[in-house]
Structures are given as C-alpha cells and as structure tokens.
C-alpha cells in the first residue's frame, strides 16, 4: 500500500539554525499539508499546499516557516530560525481528493530544538 | 467549523465492543463526520467517515442519529493494538482540501 514518508526521523538542532524537514507524499495525490504536535498537546494544522501554491495557512505559520515542491515528489517544509517552542513532532499528509477525502499521513519528524 | 466534545478517556479490556461518542450541536448541512486513530508517536490515521445513518468498513462502524447532533464511533472486538487516540472531526469537505481540526480526542486504553 502506498504511504507517505518523512525525513529524517529525528532532527536535534539549536536555536536560530533553520532546519528542513522532508516529505515524499503519495505519487498521486494533489493536496499536501503540514501539521505539527507538541508533546502531549493536540495536532495542529500549519498550511495546506495545491498547485504549487499554499491554500491555507494557520496563525502559527509565521515569517520563519516556507513550504516548497522543489520536484515533482518532495514537499518540504523549512524553518528558518528555530525556537525552543518549535519542538514537535511535524507530520506531513497528502490527499488525493474525489474519493473520501481521507488524508494521508506520514510518520512524523521529531524536532528537537536545543 | 462544528465544535465537537468527546470524552477524554475510556477504558476497555480485550474482546469487547468500545463505543465512543462524539456530540457535534452545531453541525452544518454540508459536514462531514470523520474519525481518525492515532498510536503513541505516529501520525494519525483515517478510521471511518460518514453523513448520516450508519457506515461501516473492516475496521470500524459509524452510527449517527436523523438530527447528526452526534455520532458514535463503534470498535467491534478491542485487541491491545486498539490503544490510541481517537478523534472525531466535522467539516465541509466540499472544498476537497480543507485542513483538519483536531480536538483533544479520546484516548482508549485496552486491557489484558
């Protein structure tokens, strides 16, 4: 069955650097987002991507924060100066849209910001 | 977007049905109702969705009453590998991409 991935697994980094985190959403699907969840906390929308171009963004998806498809598989998110508050676990999702509407989700990056 | 409440926890033990309830007053004509899992440190997965009446699927069945003020998430048989969290969502999906809400969900522990 087709998944979603996410690279890396774990990222350990220090304040102020930026870090990306990677995603490889199912072959064919349209729609991408980002969502992160801090420990213990709820799952959060950041942005939703269709046609290279953001559809949506939350309030938390400030300045710091970019999204790219810079191929016609990986979808990236970056963060440009991390915070202490940015430790999460940042999963990605795909859908394919037309069907159910089921959105895909992928493992998850565990953001440690040092 | 429709505010759902659910309870916070529930506790069960192997071989028995769970029903998780989900109250939604102040759902729209055009929502949806969607249930998620999610396991400790995994991304959430899609579990079952519905409208009206019931829905079920090899996982999960879905009952929600005429006035879809609420719904109940039906797991048939619990194994150990059922302990997670569960979250009922409503939305529109005409949209096709809408971003998901998620609330603080139920968190079912299964027993030995």
């Known amino acids: 069955e087709p998944e979603v991935t996410q690279t890396p697994s774990h990222q350990v980094t220090q304040m102020g650097q930026e870090v990306i985190l990677r995603c490889v959403p199912i072959?064919?699907?349209?729609?991408f987002y980002w969502y992160r969840q801090i420990l213990g906390q709820k799952v959060e929308f950041l942005v939703s991507?269709?046609?290279?171009?953001?559809?949506?963004k939350s309030e938390i998806f400030d300045d710091q924060f970019s999204v790219e498809r810079p191929d016609g598989s990986n979808f990236t998110l970056k963060i440009r100066s991390t915070k202490l508050e940015d430790s999460a676990m940042y999963f990605c999702?795909?859908?394919?849209?037309?069907?159910?509407?089921?959105?895909?989700f992928g493992p998850g990056t565990r953001l440690t910001v040092l | 977007l429709a505010k759902t409440t659910q309870p916070i926890s529930m506790d069960s033990y192997e071989g028995q049905e769970v029903n998780i309830t989900c109250s939604h007053n102040?759902?729209?004509?055009?929502?949806?109702i969607t249930w998620y899992q999610q396991f400790p440190s995994q991304g959430p997965r899609f579990i079952i969705q519905?409208?009206?009446t019931k829905v079920k699927n090899e996982v999960a069945s879905l009952f929600i009453p005429a006035d879809r003020k609420s719904s109940t998430l039906s797991l048939p048989r619990v194994s150990l590998s059922d302990t997670a969290v569960y979250y009922c969502?409503?939305?529109?999906?005409?949209?096709?991409?809408?971003?998901?809400?998620f609330g603080a969900g139920t968190r079912l522990a299964v027993h030995p």
């Open positions: 999702a795909s859908l394919r849209a037309g069907v159910d509407n089921e959105q895909f």
């Open positions: 072959s064919n699907h349209l729609y």
């Open positions: 991507f269709y046609n290279n171009e953001i559809s949506e």
């Open positions: 102040n759902i729209a004509t055009n929502d949806y």
């Open positions: 519905g409208y009206k």
């Open positions: 969502l409503v939305g529109d999906l005409s949209g096709g991409y809408n971003k998901l809400i």
